[in-house]
């Protein structure tokens, strides 16, 4: 069994967020805590696993070195160290042999949110409080696009006889299009959509007004207590002599 060829294992980015959370709260909840321990959800194609999430799970401690966990238990380490990315199996001797891992990005909406998530906060600090509030928005409305584009290349090829003709494909882009005609409004050039991103947008503008406004109120009384513990200052020095 230690002989055979390791199986290829690949870790779709929110299973590594979700890990890297687990390992982040208990770190800072709880300095007694050895381990975290979580179990991985994801499936099988032949000698590859695919791991898609995981989650944290709670144990019961029999000693020292037995935990009461299933046979599929993942086991998160929480070490002073970055986080590891290692798959092991476990072999019938009792061993374990290394897996080959790699990040799966295939999954563009995933990778949207795990970068929306994950951005550098230096940068999301310089960035505008409006632009933080469209980005998702924006991320959507770009891989809507990527979609569009790829049915308007299927049609094309379609109507240049170089792919086979699908029709249930078909009927779905024409009820894509009646519907999108549908919610156009008569006269002009304004439309239902353009109407619903003109309330996202203001919606947006009006809670980055109500942010800035909180955030100048907070700088107020940070500045207020300061002026109010330097002017008490002279006063308990005098006080000690």
Known sequence: M??????????????LLNISDHVTRVC???????AVKGLLIGYSDGADITITNSFQCVTDELSPLVVRSDNESAWLSKESETLPIQAFERGVDGS????????CMDDEAENIAVGHVTKNAKQA???G????????TIGAIAMLNKKIESLLE??????RQEV???RPLLRSISAICDRLTAMSQAG???TALRAHWDEVVEDCMAVALAAEGTANVAEFCATMDRRRIAARAPKALQMDL
Do not use: C, M, W
């Not at 800072?28 to 050895?34: F, L």
């Not at 299927?154 to 109507?159: D, G, I, R, S, T």
């Open 188 to 190: 002009g050039d304004a």
């Open 154 to 159: 299927y049609v094309n090829a379609v109507q």
């Open 125 to 127: 600090s310089t960035a």
């Open 129 to 136: 409080t409006y632009e933080h509030l469209v980005e998702p």
């Open 2 to 15: 230690s002989n055979r060829r390791a199986a290829t294992v690949k870790v779709h980015p929110l299973a």
């Open 28 to 34: 800072y909840s709880d300095q007694s805590v050895g």
């Open 164 to 166: 086979e003709v699908s």
């Open 96 to 103: 374990f042999i290394e897996l080959n891992v790699r990040i």
